[in-house]
């Protein structure tokens, strides 16, 4: 989920739709009531009004390896404060990018993005401090987990000794040059809960929250070897996608369940890339053009999980502009309104605030109010309870002020997060 996806699934496509639909929208995003004078719902008091705060490769924090750790807490404090003024009110900290942990694990190795050395301590405790600064601010703080990724190479060698991955080579899959554990074993389905849920038993966590990474993007003329775990596992399925997809529902209803039963309270969250499937493929499906689709690349039955309400919420990424022909932004929020209609789900929206005012981005995002437009466009589904936005240093950054601007126009006042 360090969105260097932004461009994941969708395939270049010419713009005819957006002129029309930016000036259809222009005056709805006038004004912070502008979606309730067009006839959306009132704003709310409680919202989401998220961040992702990402650690991988140092996407956003800390801002490089090895910093002391009184220069790693100033700089979470930072980011923490920014978003406090900015009248955010959660954030959500990577804090297992990597099969390691920003925590003193008993599982797993200190995170090599601390010292840059994986498993050596930081000298102190990054995600106890981060709970509790956030909730010293007034804010939530939900813990996110990449399930399944052991590393950003494919070198088992390169892993600190203790690594798990190590002491089960079988475990681990080498794919696109990168490491992966199995999601088809279901000794790996067990340790990697075991891991995740360990920090839910140390602190206070007001979220736990899964990225998109579930079985790896397809990487072309490559193939993800589990032969060995299909065949010992396989047997009762129509083919291997069926499959893999029960595999993963299996993480998703366990972890729901093992959360409730640790901390209750805490929420389980999920924050899928935007698209199921296109309607081309299943009548159900979006009216996209979409490359990749959850459902049949990363064998994520998404909207099943929002159906059958094994998820407390769904942030799916949104991360293209209104009237993008491949992939429209005003389609897909009210295909996802409709898919949590009814539902005991809740529906936030995955803003792409990366993409603003960035090299290589279409026109749309180049317009500083191209976002305030989508917030004002996803009010008039009552289904959507609010926002997250990619990612912290974006949101220090302000890049174009897109966020000022949906400050500004959407954020006027305070609001406490969903519950």
Known sequence: ????????????????????????????????????????????DAEMRGVWLATVSNRDWPSKRGLSAAAQRKELIAHLDKAHRDRLNTVILQVRPTADALWPSPH?????????????SPGW?????????????????????????IATHGDPGRLAASHPARKHPDWAVRYGGKLYYNPGLPQVRAFVQRAMLDAVARYPLDGVHF???????????????????????????????????????????????????????????????????????????????????????????????????????????????????TADYAKLVEWWAAAAQGTRTQLYVGEALYKAGAAGQPAAWHDPAELSRHLTLAARHPQVRGHV???????????????????????????KPPR
């Open 1 to 44: 989920m360090e969105r260097i996806r932004s461009v994941w699934g969708v395939q270049m496509g010419h713009l005819s739709r957006r002129a029309f639909a930016l000036a259809a929208l222009s005056t709805l995003a006038a004004a912070p009531d502008a979606a309730a004078a067009a006839g959306g719902r009132p704003r709310a």
């Open 108 to 120: 797993e190795p200190w995170s090599e993005y601390l010292t840059g050395t994986q498993g050596r």
């Open 125 to 149: 405790d990054p995600l106890g401090t981060a709970v509790k600064e956030a909730h010293a601010r007034g804010l939530h703080l939900h813990a996110w987990f990449n399930p399944y990724r």
């Open 211 to 325: 990225d998109d990474y579930f079985y790896p993007y397809p990487v072309a003329g490559q193939t993800f070897d589990d032969d060995e775990a299909y065949d010992r596992y396989g047997g009762d399925f129509a083919d291997r996608a069926a499959w893999r997809r029960d595999n993963i529902d299996k993480l998703v209803k366990e972890t729901a369940a093992a959360v409730k039963r640790v901390r209750p309270g805490t929420r389980f969250g999920i924050s899928p890339f935007g698209v199921w499937r296109n309607a081309s493929r299943d009548a159900r499906g979006s009216d996209t053009r979409a490359g990749v689709q959850t459902y049949d690349d990363l064998y994520a039955d998404t909207r099943a999980w929002v159906r059958g309400h094994w998820i407390d919420y769904i942030v799916p990424q949104l991360y293209w502009n209104i009237g993008y022909a």
């Open 389 to 415: 936005f990619f990612a912290a240093k974006d949101v220090a950054a302000d890049p174009v002020g897109a966020m000022s601007r949906v400050i500004a126009d959407h954020y006027g006042r305070s609001a």
